[in-house]
């Protein structure tokens, strides 16, 4: 099975995530997106300290109507701070036979030679980075980390760089919603409308939990 994974605090899900997961798996003929809430990201602070039982049940809320998209609590149970490459190693584990596309901003693509064992999580996926509002990663390969760059040949009119392990780092220009999880917070905090940046059960959830309402 040909499966996309997007990582992220959700704090909370909003439509551009929902919009990045769909395009991706419809432009790369993914069976399924599953959703990744992080327990504890490594280069941000959790704003609010919002459980991560509530960030989960927000993005349950949020794709319970499409059934390509799927939730797990993986990061949850095994707590502790949430490195990219323990989940691809432990999804690996799980499920040998399928094959990863793990779903990043640009943004993220730019920075990923900060992250712990960078290097091996392109042996263990596929990566699609996923144009960002202000951070383009086009061309790829001048994004890449100089201390690994000659692994990976670049295919200019695929917009596709192929890693020598077989796995590829697609570019995807997605149609670009600038929507932002802090400014839904802050909306929500001055008790002002966040109809429309946000599925309508996450809307209401957030409301009946008043779950920003306090600066949590």
Known sequence: MRIGILGG??????????RIAEEVRDRLDLERVMFMPT????HKLLAGELSFKVRY?????????NPCFTVSDLEGRRGGTSYSIHTLQELHG????????????????LDIGSWREYAEIFCLCNLVVVSRPG??????????????????????????????SGNSVYAVSGTLLDISSSEIRRLARQGRSIKYLLPAA???????QRIYNDAR
Request: charged share 20%; proline share 8%.
């Open 39 to 42: 327990a504890s990201p490594p």
């Open 9 to 18: 605090t959700f704090n909370p899900i909003h439509n551009a995530h929902l």
């Open 94 to 109: 799980t499920f040998p036979s399928d094959e990863f596309f793990f779903i990043i901003g640009s943004d993220s693509f």
């Open 202 to 208: 996450v809307e209401q959830y957030i409301k009946e």
């Open 57 to 65: 049940e927000m993005v349950r809320l949020a794709i319970a109507d």
């Open 135 to 164: 951070a383009l990663a086009d061309p790829l390969d001048q994004a890449l980390p100089a201390a690994i760059a000659d692994q990976f040949t670049y295919h200019v009119a695929e917009k596709r760089l192929e890693h020598c």
